[in-house]
C-alpha cells in the first residue's frame, strides 16, 4: 500500500484531515462510512471509539485524533505549510490554538448534537444542547479574538485555517460568524479559495 486511507463522511470532521492530505499533496483514497450505521463494523475494527477521522497509513498503521493526523501530515510534507517549524517563535501559539479547537471547541458537537447520549429526558436534554450551543459560540469569540488576518497566524497559512474553513460550516454556521465573528468568518472564505483543498470542499460542502 502506498497510499493513505482515510475512514470519512462528507461534511464530517474527516473533511479537516482531507484537507490537510490534499494541502501537503499526499495520495489517499476515501472509505465512506457512517459512524451512525453502515460500515459502523469496519470502522471499529480500526478505531474502538468508532469515530471519524480514522486514517490509516502507507504501512498499515491507524492513527485517529485530527490534530495528531495534521501535525504527522506537516511532518511529512513540511513545503505545505501546515505548521510552523519547531523552532519558529510562533509554534506555541499555533499549538496552543490547534489544541483550544479540538479540546474546546469541538467537544461542544459531542455533547450538544446527541446529548441522548449524556442524560436522560427531553427537557434536559434540550438544556444540555442549548448549554454546548452558548459554550460553542462563547469559545468561538475567543478565537477570533486571538485571529490576526489575513491567515490566523497573521500573514502565515496553517492548518489552523483549514480547522476554521471546515468547522464554520457547521452550527452555528457561517451566517452566525460573519455577525459575530468577521475575522473567522474572513479566514474561513480565505481558506474557501485556498487551491490544496478546494476540492475538499466542493465535495464536502457544496
Same mark, same amino acid.
Given at each position: 500500500?502506498? =497510499?493513505?486511507?482515510?475512514?470519512?463522511? =462528507?461534511?464530517?470532521?474527516?473533511?479537516?484531515?482531507?484537507?490537510?492530505?490534499?494541502?501537503? !499533496?499526499?495520495?489517499?483514497?476515501?472509505?465512506?462510512?457512517?459512524?451512525?450505521?453502515?460500515?459502523?463494523?469496519?470502522?471499529?475494527?480500526?478505531?474502538?471509539?468508532?469515530?471519524? &477521522?480514522?486514517?490509516?497509513?502507507?504501512?498499515?498503521?491507524?492513527?485517529? @485524533?485530527? %490534530?495528531?493526523?495534521?501535525?504527522?501530515?506537516? =511532518?511529512?510534507? /513540511?513545503?505545505?505549510?501546515?505548521? &510552523?517549524?519547531?523552532?519558529?517563535?510562533?509554534?506555541?501559539?499555533?499549538?496552543? #490554538?490547534?489544541? *483550544?479547537?479540538?479540546?474546546?471547541?469541538?467537544?461542544?458537537?459531542?455533547? !450538544?448534537?446527541? /446529548?441522548?447520549?449524556?442524560?436522560? $429526558?427531553?427537557?434536559?436534554?434540550? @438544556?444540555?444542547?442549548?448549554?454546548?450551543? =452558548?459554550?460553542? +459560540?462563547?469559545?468561538?469569540?475567543?478565537?477570533? %479574538?486571538?485571529?490576526? $488576518?489575513?491567515?490566523?497566524? !497573521? @500573514?502565515? *497559512?496553517?492548518?489552523?485555517?483549514?480547522?476554521?474553513? %471546515?468547522?464554520?460550516? #457547521?452550527?452555528?454556521?457561517?451566517?452566525? *460568524?460573519?455577525?459575530? +465573528?468577521?475575522?473567522?468568518? %474572513?479566514?474561513?472564505?480565505?481558506?474557501?479559495?485556498?487551491?490544496?483543498?478546494?476540492?475538499? #470542499?466542493?465535495?464536502? *460542502?457544496?
Amino acid at each position: 500500500m502506498t =497510499e493513505f486511507t482515510l475512514y470519512a463522511l =462528507e461534511g464530517w470532521g474527516s473533511t479537516i484531515v482531507e484537507a490537510a492530505l490534499a494541502t501537503g !499533496g499526499l495520495d489517499y483514497k476515501i472509505e465512506t462510512v457512517d459512524p451512525r450505521g453502515e460500515g459502523q463494523d469496519r470502522l471499529l475494527a480500526l478505531n474502538p471509539l468508532g469515530q471519524l &477521522p480514522t486514517l490509516v497509513l502507507p504501512d498499515g498503521r491507524v492513527m485517529t @485524533e485530527s %490534530a495528531a493526523i495534521v501535525l504527522h501530515i506537516s =511532518e511529512l510534507r /513540511p513545503e505545505a505549510g501546515l505548521a &510552523p517549524p519547531a523552532d519558529d517563535p510562533i509554534r506555541p501559539e499555533f499549538l496552543r #490554538w490547534l489544541i *483550544f479547537l479540538v479540546a474546546a471547541v469541538y467537544p461542544t458537537f459531542a455533547v !450538544g448534537d446527541v /446529548p441522548h447520549k449524556w442524560i436522560a $429526558g427531553k427537557k434536559a436534554q434540550a @438544556e444540555l444542547s442549548r448549554g454546548a450551543i =452558548e459554550r460553542r +459560540c462563547r469559545n468561538w469569540r475567543m478565537v477570533e %479574538a486571538a485571529a490576526k $488576518g489575513p491567515w490566523f497566524l !497573521g @500573514e502565515r *497559512f496553517s492548518a489552523i485555517d483549514l480547522y476554521i474553513g %471546515a468547522m464554520t460550516h #457547521w452550527r452555528p454556521g457561517r451566517a452566525w *460568524f460573519e455577525a459575530n +465573528c468577521p475575522k473567522l468568518h %474572513a479566514i474561513a472564505l480565505k481558506a474557501d479559495a485556498h487551491p490544496g483543498p478546494a476540492k475538499v #470542499w466542493k465535495r464536502n *460542502f457544496d
